[in-house]
């Protein structure tokens, strides 16, 4: 059964077509919503609550791409998320170190293949990447986890922030440009051809 067919069918109530779309853009959406929400209980909340928020809404559809419609809805429900989480005290999700520090290592992470110091590495450069996206400004940042991040064209990533291409383009290159600064700081865990020539730089 075609997109278009679900669609039809679970305005008209159909649950089973309705959870037949979730179950197409259910892992993409829960890749976006981690990448903004940095945390695995939260994406996944937020990704439950995006579902929700669709299946109320699925009548208001008025065609263009469904992906963009839904991940924009997505987006949306992650920085409200974020928004109300500020006016929160935090409590801290996930493990601390001896000094106190919290750790960040999603478990989708580890690797039983790799060596430990292999699987660190890796780690810490993972770590170093979502700290960057997570300083980037929000419209940059919506920009650069669809395009880069989750691989999706220029059309659809402008449909669901309803701008058109150029600003998605100009987005994503000052996105791009501030990912490259901020991961210069932390050169020593990238590999050799990312890093910058700061020494030509300094002449």
Partial sequence: MDENTLINLARKGE???FNQLILMYQDMAFNVAYRIMNDDAAAADATQDAVISMYRRIDTYRGGSFKA??????????????RWQKRRPAVALEPETDDGEQMESPAWLEDDKLKPEESLEKNELENAIQHCINHLPKDF???????DVNGEDYETVAESIQSPVGTVK???SRARQRMQRCLQN?????PAI???NTEDNDV
């Fill in 141 to 147: 940042k919506t920009v650069f986890l669809l395009v």
């Fill in 170 to 172: 100009s987005r994503l």
């Fill in 15 to 17: 649950l089973d077509a």
């Fill in 194 to 196: 990312f890093r910058l």
């Fill in 69 to 82: 419609w839904f991940m924009r809805i997505v987006t949306n429900q992650c920085y409200d998320a974020l």
């Fill in 186 to 190: 932390f050169r020593e865990l990238l």
